[in-house]
């Protein structure tokens, strides 16, 4: 992808790095890198950061620039060179959002980015328009880095993290992986993060893991750093071996946000410059066969209970059923752009067929339009709109049964968020 606008002055001659002519500096405790193949899975993504430039059609070299008034200061500073990515804070990089978000100082190259994208501070406005960029994107995977840590002490960090890109509203509500986040000040560590951010299908609150790392000294070595994203859950791996696991996912596609920070939640900074880590690789894998959904959960934002399938008038309830039963499991099925909703206990569709305001489960042909949906986002959550009445799908008269109107956008009882079901 061709960019409009590119900051000068930004990447380094290779020869800036302090390293031989035949790499970086080798450690005899380095864990080796990883084969470009990995049985089971497809190569989806690969950045090796070979050669003496960054790839500017998969990395903005840029932190979020549409939220500050001084966009050159986000530009990232890095050298590109001896097979590695090396990202620097020096002692005159300026702030690169002084208004909103303080002193905090930032090199970091991401591959998304749109305006409104990331909204950290809720009191904080789109500054201005970007380009949008999307040089990778994607829904569940095997990401995997080998890295080594900067070793300065104080307050900082470097960080790898995803951020969804489902809604591109001014509320921005998308999920956030820290896949890593280690701090400065906890150098034999490996710290891990997520949260929701209002996303209906994640953390309601944050999820916060800082802990040693197995073996190791990842400041003087290089390691490598996976993290398997399913449907319905994150395994983190260190040089291959499990270490961590979150019994819960995002599931809508998500950018990658590559760095390293000052003064940003891990503490004021110390005077050593520059601040550096290197990243040998970035690669994204999907594993062969995809991660089907085929059955999920459909949740209401009012009281957080399913729908379901009661088996004794037709009608789809709403009720608090064990994750485990399948009634309350749908699979979606496409026809000519429209959903239809399919009973995992019954095999039948959700539909509007007999006009009497409930929502009912039958058997209706494909083309019928009382059983064909699109769903319409609001603040994260969807809504379900029928095709044959351009009504919704509610439980706003709290009758057990799930109704069909035209309730305003903003009734959280027409409000729905759809969870992987076991």
Do not use: C
């Not at 489902?166 to 820290?178: G, L, Q, V």
């Not at 970035?282 to 066969?289: D, I, S, T």
């Not at 009734?411 to 079901?421: H, I, R």
């Amino acid at each position: 992808m061709t960019r409009t606008r590119r900051a000068a002055g930004v990447l380094l001659l290779a020869t800036a790095l302090t390293v031989g002519m035949g790499g970086y500096p080798g450690y005899a405790a380095d864990f080796p890198a990883n084969p470009t193949t990995k049985s089971g899975y497809t190569l989806d993504f690969q950045e090796e950061f070979d050669g003496t430039s960054l790839n500017t059609t998969k990395f903005l070299p840029s932190y979020l620039p549409h939220w500050t008034s001084t966009p050159q200061n986000a530009a990232a500073r890095y050298t590109v060179g001896n097979g590695v990515l090396t990202e620097r804070l020096d002692a005159d990089t300026p702030a690169w959002n002084a208004q909103y978000d303080g002193t905090v100082k930032i090199s970091s190259i991401q591959t998304y980015n749109k305006d409104w994208w990331h909204k950290f501070n809720g009191n904080m406005p789109n500054d201005h328009h970007e380009p949008d960029f999307n040089g990778y994107s994607t829904k569940y995977g095997y990401f995997e880095t080998r890295a080594k840590l900067s070793n300065v002490g104080g307050g900082g960090h470097q960080a790898l993290w995803l951020v969804g890109t489902e809604d591109t509203s001014s509320a921005s509500a998308n999920s956030e992986i820290d896949f890593i986040e280690t701090f400065f000040s906890k150098p034999a560590n490996w710290r891990i993060a997520a949260y929701g951010w209002g996303d209906p299908n994640f953390l309601g609150s944050w999820y916060l893991d800082d802990n040693p790392v197995p073996s190791g000294s990842p400041t003087s070595e290089f390691h490598v750093y996976g993290m398997e994203w399913t449907p319905s859950e994150l395994k983190f791996y260190y040089d291959n071996q499990l270490y961590k696991t979150i019994a819960d996912a995002p599931n809508m596609a998500m950018g990658m946000i590559l760095g390293i920070y000052t003064d940003a939640g891990s503490g004021q900074h110390n005077n050593v410059w520059p601040k550096s880590w290197q990243v040998d690789y970035l690669r994204v894998f999907k594993k062969n066969g995809g991660y089907p959904e085929t059955y999920q959960r459909i949740k209401n934002r009012v009281n957080g209970q399913y729908m379901y399938v009661s088996g004794t008038n037709g009608n789809v309830r709403y009720g608090a059923v064990s994750a485990t039963d399948t009634s309350s499991h749908w699979e979606k099925e496409t026809v000519s752009g429209y959903t239809r909703y399919k009973n995992r206990l019954t095999g039948e569709y959700m539909h509007v067929e007999n006009q009497n305001g409930n929502v009912q489960a039958g058997v209706v042909p494909a083309g019928y339009w009382s059983g064909q949906w699109t769903e319409e986002t609001v603040d994260g959550y969807k809504r379900l709109k029928n095709r044959w009445k351009s009504t919704y799908a509610h439980i706003e008269g709290l009758t057990g049964t799930v109704q069909y109107g035209t309730p305003p956008s903003t009734y959280w009882s027409s409000q729905w968020v759809f969870d992987p079901a076991p």
